[in-house]
């Protein structure tokens, strides 16, 4: 179920990194419902193309987060077309490898660290000089239940993830006196195209069924359930709302509360 707050500030510019298909696109999808001027950026330039011909009102860019060149281009696009910038949602992340920690490709690390770590501080530092032109704003970090707990397997998933909440608390005590607010949403596994895929390679690298694996994840929950996107939107709008004016430096569950992370069959 889509939120819908009365009164949210719907002049406000919003960016969604990633924002072009799963989750971000999701997100993009909910604030532009409270009439918000949204502009997405992701790595995927068919994706980007669609994005902008189904919704013509938003804008968008083709950009590499862990670019630093693609980041200043996306930001002078913002500048271009908005000159400000409100809300800040850095939700682009890729999986990264499944493997143990011996036999992990040191490229497939780099390469998790560079988007899931790097590249929302290459984002947040070009945008913290809007936020703060603006008056204030909300961040967003889009970290994920591995970001509070160990994940057998995924080391460069989990390494990062754990890195994007604390910068969350360390922006959010940077940023706090400039009226911005920074908070870390962790969701659980969500339905969708991406999770189907981590299932499949945990599944292949413990040579068991996609079936074990997914109730094993669904486990981990206290609820057993996987959530959607459209609940990890839900909670971005709230927090960057008025009724959200008071929450920063929070790590935020999404997850029908998860027990553990432990995946061992045995
Ligand atoms: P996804 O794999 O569906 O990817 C969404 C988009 O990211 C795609 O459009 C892709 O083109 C874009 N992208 C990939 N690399 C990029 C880059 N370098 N620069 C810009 N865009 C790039 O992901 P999702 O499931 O929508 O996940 C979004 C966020 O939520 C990620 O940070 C992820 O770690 C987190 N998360 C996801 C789950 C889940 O189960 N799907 C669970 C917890 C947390």
Known sequence: MTANITGFKSDQVVLVTAGASGIGLCIAQTFMAQGCKVHICDIDSSSVKQFTEVYPAATASVTDISKPVDVDQLFEDINQHYGKLDILIN??????????VEDIDIDAWNQTVN???SGPFYITRKAVPLLKKSGGGSII????????????????????KWAII???????MELGADNIRVNALCPGSV????IEQVIERDALE????TASIREIYQRQSSMRLFVDAQDVANMALFLSSDLGAKISGQAMGIDGHTEGLSNWLT
């Open 115 to 117: 988007i899931n770590l």
């Open 206 to 209: 413990r040579a068991v069924s």
């Open 91 to 100: 939700n682009a992340g890729i999986a990264g490898p499944t493997a143990a």
């Open 141 to 160: 970090n889009i970290a994920s239940n591995a970001g509070l707990f160990g994940l057998p397997l995924r080391s460069a998933y989990t390494a990062s």
């Open 166 to 172: 604390g910068l969350t608390k360390t922006w959010a």
């Open 191 to 194: 339905n969708g195209p991406r």
